[in-house]
């Protein structure tokens, strides 16, 4: 269907969407778009990122009045229009000055790839944007949570994940909105989907869908008060996030990720420090949940490495630092070393040290305290 054709259909659904695939389209959306000083924008593409193909992008604007008109996302067809007009630098206006404005706010949900693929495919620059899945974390803090606490040795079973745009919806959105948002979906679609055309009207709805959530996040987030100090945070880490892939030497795959890749897209870093919040406006909430128990070994055998106690039984602490030394798939390379440099340290016999320096191969992995007494 034509953009206008679609406009007519999606204005009555609850959650509205114009797909802007000819020049009538592009020039009313842009015409809307730009008097907004709030978006909140996406982009789906063939395995996105500077390598992919970016083929749709969406924008619904924020702002309540000023001549913006609110609460209608604009699924705007890349691959039809071409990026010389979507993004032009000669033909005034185009979405280029949109995205590059620092002056407009952006807000996404990861928008790491989005900008890597903007960058390096088309020239455009994302700048200004406020990115939902830090600013999550802002309202966690804010609410009584720590904030992720990094290791810097374990790969997997401790470092703080980041949550993706469905998981973080359901935390946060009231059950009715979640559920409407994600019928509004009509299922998933795959990568390779966003590079046949024509697009099917599932592909678009699902589109419109992530800017619909990204509205209902903000409004929902923007209910918590949140501290100066954090939103400094969450403004500081959504420009690391403009940068991180788009700046990077090389391009980051989606899969296999390598351990190195896999510590650069998953996991969550603090947007501050909790020694730098203020106690009478950050009460410390009880943390009841243990620490995963691949933590629990990591910290039992290192503190016990340093502290050097001289027990005649070396044996079980021998037997717990060997396990996590052969389980290289709970650890990084650095922490093998760092570890092994610790046990030299501590009073094993010769033959446990010369073990440790050259582990044999794990015969079974162990699962649970059940199985191995040392854990």
Same mark, same amino acid.
């Given at each position: ?46 395995? !996105?990122?500077?390598?992919? =193909? ?115 919806? =359901? ?46 996040? !903000? ?5 918590? =008060? ?143 305290? =059940? ?5």
């Amino acid at each position: 269907m034509t953009g206008s054709a679609m406009a007519a259909k999606a204005v009555a659904a609850p959650m509205p969407f114009v797909y802007v695939d000819n020049e009538e389209a592009l020039g009313e959306s842009l015409r809307v778009l730009l008097q907004c000083r709030k978006i909140a924008f996406d982009t789906e593409g063939v395995d !996105l990122g500077r390598e992919g =193909e970016l083929t749709v992008m969406t924008l619904r604007g924020l702002d309540d009045g000023g001549g913006c008109v609110s609460g209608i996302a604009y699924v705007v067809d890349v691959r039809l229009l071409g990026n010389e007009r979507v993004f032009s630098l000669d033909q005034k206006p185009s979405f280029r000055d949109i995205l590059e404005n620092p002056d407009v706010t952006k807000f996404t949900f990861d928008c790491r790839r989005d900008s890597d693929a903007l960058q390096h495919q088309f020239r455009v620059t994302l700048q200004g944007v406020l990115d939902l899945q830090v600013y999550e974390q802002a309202i966690r803090i804010q609410n009584g949570e720590l904030p992720p606490e990094r290791c810097p040795w374990v790969m997997e079973g401790g470092v703080p994940l980041l949550s993706g745009m469905v998981k973080v919806a =359901e935390r946060v959105l009231p059950h009715n909105v979640f559920q409407q948002l994600e019928q509004c979906s009509r299922g998933s679609i795959t990568h390779k989907e966003w590079g046949e055309r024509p697009l099917t009207e599932a592909a678009i709805a699902y589109a419109a869908k992530d800017v619909h959530t990204i509205a209902a996040l !903000l409004a929902q987030m923007d209910g918590t =008060e949140v501290s100066e100090s954090l939103m400094a945070g969450v403004k500081m880490h959504s420009a690391r996030y403009e940068n991180q892939f788009r700046n990077s030497e090389r391009s980051i795959p989606r899969k296999p990720y390598s351990n190195a890749d896999k510590e650069l897209i998953m996991e969550e870093l603090p947007i501050v420090d909790w020694c730098d919040l203020d106690p009478t406006k950050h009460p410390r909430r009880a943390i009841t949940e243990p620490k995963t128990i691949s933590v629990q070994k990591w910290n039992d055998a290192t503190d016990q490495l340093v502290s050097h106690p001289h027990d005649s039984n070396h044996t079980p602490l021998f037997n717990k630092v060997m396990s996590i030394v052969q389980h290289d798939h709970w650890y990084t390379a650095k922490a093998r070393m760092h570890i092994q440099e610790l046990a030299l340290k501590y009073p094993f016999t010769k033959k446990q040290q010369k073990s440790l320096q050259e582990p044999p191969e794990m015969q079974r992995r162990y699962e649970s305290s =059940e199985d191995y007494d040392c854990y």
